[in-house]
């Protein structure tokens, strides 16, 4: 299996992150990948497919702000990474003055998602070897994966979030329709709801969003992921959740799973992506499922039998130690 990294994805290294009201270490680090480089084949060093994929997911705003944001935030004398803290929520307006304070908070939608130095640069190569890898499966390859990070799938149009910038699978999606793909399947296997590849997504008949997720009545969040969201307009059906409590095992998975794949074979697409997050695991530092790393091999087949040409594109999963040995299982049954 091809698989698509580039070293500057590692150039993003916040210092820290607000967590449950308090600064820890942030979550997100450049050590994920060493563990997954551990355990996987050699990567690949994605081409350079430039703005314009990027662009035909995210506004020309959103990508102004996050080229910028890190040196006017320096500029204006901070140290340190640059986060928001005040949202235009609860009846404001949405006000344009250039003060990057107010920005943050515009194209914000937690602070958790801190925009450090190369950030920017970062974000561009890690939505370089998502496009990479789509392109590898639109090439005639059964599979491919990319090795992202940061993650993608919290990011709207137009917003940051859960250490997410670029939406990554969106913007490879967006890709493989540009270059002729009728219907794209995404699912998203991330412990969290990907409610960015959600709302870009929301209205369109050709991009079946699917998610299994940890409920967002107690995660992370919060207010996406319920079930009754389906999507408006032509979108209408074509996004689909699958809420599960926490403490969920391998057994209670499967069955919300094969539901899922049961809605993708239905909608026949010709291409599926699939987010991948290993936040699922029991011992994952920041989330409440019960999913082994033997366990999997078996998601990964179960996804694998839909017989489709598949982008596998790597999101959460804080374990570090343990997150090569599970992604690998993971990608083995493909
Ligand atoms: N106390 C991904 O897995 N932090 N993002 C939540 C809760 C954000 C995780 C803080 C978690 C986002 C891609
Ligand atoms: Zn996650």
Request: charged fraction near 20%.
């Amino acid at each position: 299996m091809r698989i698509f990294f580039d070293e500057r994805q590692l150039l993003h290294v916040p210092a820290r992150e607000l967590h449950n009201g308090d600064w820890t270490d942030y979550a997100e680090t450049p050590a994920r990948v060493g563990s997954i480089r551990k355990a996987i084949d050699a990567v690949l060093a994605p081409r350079d497919f430039g703005e314009g994929p990027i662009a035909a997911v995210h506004s020309p705003d959103y990508l102004d702000f996050l080229k910028h944001a890190a040196n006017r935030w320096r500029d204006a004398g901070r140290t340190g990474d640059a986060i928001g803290y005040v949202w235009p929520v609860v009846r404001r307006r949405p006000l344009k003055f250039g003060r990057i304070d107010a920005d943050l908070g515009q194209y914000s939608m937690d602070a958790s998602t801190p925009l450090a130095a190369e950030t920017w640069t970062a974000a561009y190569w890690n939505a370089q070897s998502a496009i990479a890898a789509v392109d590898a499966v639109l090439g005639g390859e059964r599979s491919a994966f990319a090795l992202c990070r940061p993650p993608g799938h919290h990011a709207g149009p137009d917003y940051l979030g859960g250490y997410c910038y670029l939406n990554n699978i969106a913007i490879a999606a967006q890709f493989a329709i540009d270059a002729g793909q009728k219907r794209v399947a995404i699912l998203d296997v991330d412990y969290h709801h990907g409610n960015g590849t959600q709302d870009i997504f929301w209205e369109r008949g050709d991009v079946l969003f699917i998610s299994l997720h940890a409920d967002p009545v107690t995660d992370y969040p919060f207010y996406w992921g319920h079930k009754d969201e389906h999507g408006e307009g032509d979108g209408t059906g074509h996004t689909l959740n699958f809420p599960l409590p926490r403490g969920t095992a391998i057994d209670a998975y499967r069955v919300a799973l094969a539901n899922a794949l049961s809605a993708i074979r239905t909608f026949e697409p010709d291409l599926l992506l699939i987010s991948f997050g290993a936040d699922t695991f029991a011992d994952d530092p920041i989330s409440f499922f019960q999913i082994h790393t033997k366990d999997y091999a078996v998601i990964g087949a179960d996804i694998a039998a839909l017989g489709l040409p598949t982008a596998i594109i790597m999101e959460g999963g804080y374990a570090v130690d343990a997150l090569g040995e599970n992604t690998a299982s993971f990608l083995a049954s493909f």
